[in-house]
């Protein structure tokens, strides 16, 4: 393969989807979309409320540290818990990024774990509409994790262009 | 507008469209994919590893890929390194949506070089998921290859070369001060 960029124009069925006649209109798809998410739920709940429970039973233990365990069963959580409880989201988002700066340091630090663990279960059980105790929350875990710094640094600012030599 | 930001006017028709789900989490493939039955898409195929689906896309034609970044060593970028170069037109050219879900900043870069259409991070919600779709149908973006990168062109608004450059694009000169494409239009 060369350095040249060579460009194409393919034409895909997938473009195709939003001249097509029929269909259905954005609303009634999201609506659609909504209800179908619905029948997964309890199962989704069941499952989080297990990884939750692994988790607790982990910082109840404190024995040797198990970073591979701990980021698993928050990355469980994470992946699951998006389109049902975006909060508990990013709870174990935060607990994902946690392990991976300690695991970069070579450290452990069962107490900042324990935290998101304790706000994880917090977020599962609280009901709807306490939308500032939620931000709360999320603003203290994001604050243990600063503690720490992140092992990839930031990409380099775009330099300016060259002048042109006059 | 609406949760995907979208004209309420706007109508999807995935009746005949294919849709591979690849995730090595299988409750999140039947999300995903109810999702996707939700917006009308009949034929959604899910996938839990990477070989199986390189076996599916030899296999069959598949108008859009969702992608997890969660395949351990990698995985999921080899994955894109065989579909964007490996293999034959039109399938190097099918659309790959790439799901995150803990995000890192070397991931981010990945999933950035990897010629993707998009990222989401989790949480998603089902309107960013219809947008990013309306978007693909809408922007027809043309895609580029070279030594280093095939994918989607990842520039949006072109201006031809930058300033003080001569260019690498044998377009540049000619696509002088094209207007970007309004995002909300689609």
């Known amino acids: 393969m060369s350095d040249q960029w060579v460009q194409y124009r393919p034409k895909l069925q997938i473009y195709e989807i939003l001249d097509k006649p029929g269909g259905v209109a954005v609303e009634q798809a999201l609506q659609r979309a909504e209800e179908a998410l619905e029948q997964h739920r309890a199962s989704a709940t069941h499952a989080i409320r297990e990884s939750v429970t692994r988790l607790e039973a982990i910082v109840r233990e404190r024995g040797a540290p198990d970073p591979e365990q701990v980021y698993a069963q928050a990355g469980f959580v994470l992946d699951i818990a998006g389109v049902y409880m975006p909060a508990l989201c990013r709870a174990s988002q935060s607990l994902c990024e946690l392990v991976h700066?300690?695991?970069?340091?070579?450290?452990?630090?069962?107490?900042?774990?324990?935290?998101?663990?304790?706000?994880?279960?917090?977020?599962?059980?609280?009901?709807?509409?306490m939308e500032g105790a939620v931000q709360s929350v999320l603003d203290g875990l994001a604050a243990v994790v600063a503690k720490y710094p992140d092992p990839c640094p930031p990409d380099p600012p775009r330099s300016a262009p060259v002048p042109a030599a006059s | 507008m609406n949760g995907a930001n979208l004209p309420a006017h706007l109508r999807i028709n995935l009746e005949a469209s294919t849709i591979l789900f690849i995730d090595d989490n299988a409750m999140s493939l039947e999300?995903?994919?109810?999702?996707?039955?939700?917006?009308?898409?009949?034929?959604?195929?899910?996938?839990?590893?990477?070989?199986?689906?390189?076996?599916?896309?030899?296999?069959?034609?598949?108008?859009?890929?969702?992608?997890?970044?969660?395949?351990?060593?990698?995985?999921?970028?080899k994955f894109m390194q065989w579909l964007r170069r490996d293999t034959a037109d039109p399938m190097c050219f099918t659309p790959v949506i790439i799901i995150s879900g803990h995000s890192t900043r070397a991931l981010v870069r990945k999933a950035r070089d990897c010629g993707a259409h998009f990222t989401v991070a989790k949480p998603i919600t089902t309107g960013v998921l219809l947008n990013r779709l309306a978007w693909i149908a809408h922007e027809q973006r043309p895609f580029v290859r070279n030594a280093i990168f095939a994918g989607p062109d990842r520039r949006w608004k072109n201006n031809g070369a930058p300033p003080g450059t001569a260019g690498r694009r044998s377009g540049d000169a000619q696509e002088d001060n094209t207007e970007e494409p309004a995002r909300a239009s689609a």
């Open chain 1, 101 to 129: 700066r300690l695991r970069a340091l070579g450290k452990w630090d069962w107490a900042a774990v324990a935290v998101h663990v304790s706000s994880m279960r917090l977020l599962l059980e609280m009901r709807d509409g």
């Open chain 2, 31 to 77: 999300i995903l994919g109810s999702v996707f039955y939700g917006f009308g898409c009949k034929d959604r195929v899910k996938c839990a590893n990477l070989e199986d689906a390189k076996n599916i896309l030899l296999s069959r034609r598949v108008d859009l890929i969702f992608l997890d970044a969660g395949f351990p060593d990698d995985g999921w970028y």
